[in-house]
């Protein structure tokens, strides 16, 4: 997971093949996290992943190894994502390709989202392995999302497209797969120079009923 700077917007690249899910790659995120709140002067977030993936969900086949991985795994899911919704700058998700699950979940931590329009699918895919969402996970999905939405996405365990994701309030921009990266990068830079403060108490207003449920204090 790398993090290079383009002006005062940071892009963080995921690129660890399908970007699982797990407690190293967590651990990874928190790092550029820390170095990007580290940033004295402007600053926003860009975080995208590699080839098709953004990211497959929970890494399943290291949990049948080691199942006791998972409910860490998930605990601190609840801390990454608690964190992104507080994080003091603006962030947006570029999302080139599949976004599954715990993935979906990420993307739903930053303020604004760009799809690839041609290829890769957002979805919410716990009906179909037999894997119930708990309250603080639809926590997440009901705090940045139409609620309409998040009931058909549990219940159908649907597919969207770029051009559905659009439609249901699931991204905010689609876009050609050479420009979802530029296009996020674009907007992260008009937020760039927004007071970091302020950004941080609007966020603490907006979210901290979610982040309250998700089992974090909000400060």
């Known amino acids: 997971m790398t993090l290079t700077w383009e002006g005062p917007v940071a892009l963080v690249r995921w690129d ?101 329009e041609d290829r890769g699918y957002w979805c919410m895919n716990e009906v179909d392995i037999g894997m119930a969402l708990d309250e603080k996970l639809a926590a997440i999905l009901f705090a940045r999302l139409p609620r309409e939405t998040v009931i058909h996405a549990m219940l159908t365990g649907h597919r969207f497209g770029a051009s559905e994701a659009h439609s249901y309030g699931i991204v905010e921009e689609i876009g050609p797969e050479d420009e979802v990266v530029s296009k996020a990068l674009e907007v992260a830079a008009a937020m760039a120079e927004k007071n970091h403060g302020i950004i941080a108490a609007h966020k603490r207003v907006a979210f901290a009923e979610a982040v309250a449920v998700l089992g974090f204090p909000v400060s």
Not at 21 to 47: F, K, Q, T
Not at 69 to 87: D, I, N, P, S
């Open 16 to 116: 660890e093949g399908e970007n699982r899910v797990n407690l190293d790659s967590l651990a990874l995120l928190h790092e550029r996290l820390d170095e990007v709140e580290a940033e004295p002067g402007p600053r926003a977030l860009v975080v995208t992943g590699a080839g098709k993936f953004f990211s497959n969900g929970l890494d399943l086949p290291r949990f049948m190894e080691d199942p006791a991985q998972m409910g860490a795994t998930l605990t601190e899911l609840h801390r990454t994502v608690a964190r992104l919704f507080l994080f003091p700058a603006y962030t947006v998700a570029a999302l080139n390709g599949h976004t599954f699950a715990a993935g979906a979940l990420l993307a739903c931590g930053m303020d604004y989202r760009v799809m690839r």
